[in-house]
T-cell receptor, first 117, second 109 residues
C-alpha cells in the first residue's frame, strides 16, 4: 500500500458528461501529480500541485482541470468527455521538500479506471 | 528536451535467463532516474532509483552518463518478474516524472 488513495476505482460514463476523480496523498506529502495512462499514449503527465498551488502543467486538455485543497487532497475534473478520454488516471504524491539523499520519491495510487461510452 | 526512450515494447525470456531492459534518456542537466514496475495494470511501484544504488528483487541499474543510459538488469529472470517496466526521469528533486513508453517483460517457464 503506497498510502495514496484514489476514488472511484472504476467509473463508466457517457460522452459529453463530466466526472471528478479524487485523490488523497500520503500523510504529510505536499506535492500531488496526475497522470493519464492509455493504451496508445502510455503514461502522460497531466499536472502537478504543490501545497495548493499549480506547479507544473503537462499534456492536460483544456476540458480537464484540477485543484488541490487546503487539506492537500486533490481533484481532477474531466468535462465534455470523449471516447478517447477512456484511460486509467493515476494520482501520485511526494513530500515536495528538498531532501538531499532520499531522492524525494513519488508514490502512486491504485488509479481510477474511466470508461467513456 | 526531456525524453526517455525504451526501445523494446516486448521482451520475452525463459526462466533463469538474464534480463536487460534498455532505457536511454535525454536531459541537459543531472537527472534523477527511476525504474517503476506495473503488474496487470495496477498501480506503479517504485523498483529502483539511481540515487540509492540499491538492488530490489535482484534487479540492478547503473546510470551511465556518457551513454545517457539507465538499463535495468537481472541475472536470472523469474516468472513473477513478468510485468510492465517503466523507466522515468526527473529533472529536479521536486519535479514530475517523465516516463518512457514501457517494456513488457514476459518470463516463460
Amino acid at each position: 500500500d503506497s498510502g495514496v488513495t484514489q476514488t472511484p476505482k472504476h467509473l463508466i460514463t457517457a460522452t459529453g458528461q463530466r466526472v471528478t476523480l479524487r485523490c488523497s496523498p500520503r500523510s504529510g506529502d505536499l506535492s500531488v501529480y496526475w497522470y493519464q495512462q492509455s493504451l496508445d499514449q502510455g503514461l502522460q503527465f497531466l499536472i502537478q500541485y504543490y501545497n495548493g498551488e499549480e506547479r507544473a502543467k503537462g499534456n492536460i486538455l483544456e476540458r480537464f482541470s484540477a485543484q488541490q485543497f487546503p487539506d492537500l487532497h486533490s481533484e481532477l475534473n474531466l468535462s465534455s468527455l470523449e471516447l478517447g478520454d477512456s484511460a486509467l488516471y493515476f494520482c501520485a504524491s511526494s513530500s515536495g521538500r528538498v531532501l538531499k539523499y532520499s531522492g524525494n520519491t513519488i508514490y502512486f495510487g491504485e488509479g481510477s479506471w474511466l470508461t467513456v461510452v | 528536451a526531456q525524453r526517455v526512450t525504451q526501445p523494446e515494447k516486448l521482451l520475452s525470456v525463459f526462466k533463469g535467463a538474464p534480463v536487460e531492459l534498455k532505457c536511454n534518456y535525454s536531459y541537459s542537466g543531472s537527472p534523477e532516474l527511476f525504474w517503476y514496475v506495473q503488474y496487470s495494470r495496477q498501480r506503479l511501484q517504485l523498483l529502483l532509483r539511481h540515487i540509492s544504488r540499491e538492488s530490489i528483487k535482484g534487479f540492478t541499474a547503473d546510470l551511465n552518463k556518457g551513454e545517457t543510459s539507465f538499463h535495468l538488469k537481472k541475472p536470472f529472470a523469474q516468472e513473477e518478474d513478468s510485468a510492465m517496466y517503466y523507466c522515468a526521469l526527473r529533472g529536479g528533486s521536486q519535479g514530475n516524472l517523465i516516463f518512457g513508453k514501457g517494456t513488457k517483460l514476459s518470463v516463460k517457464p
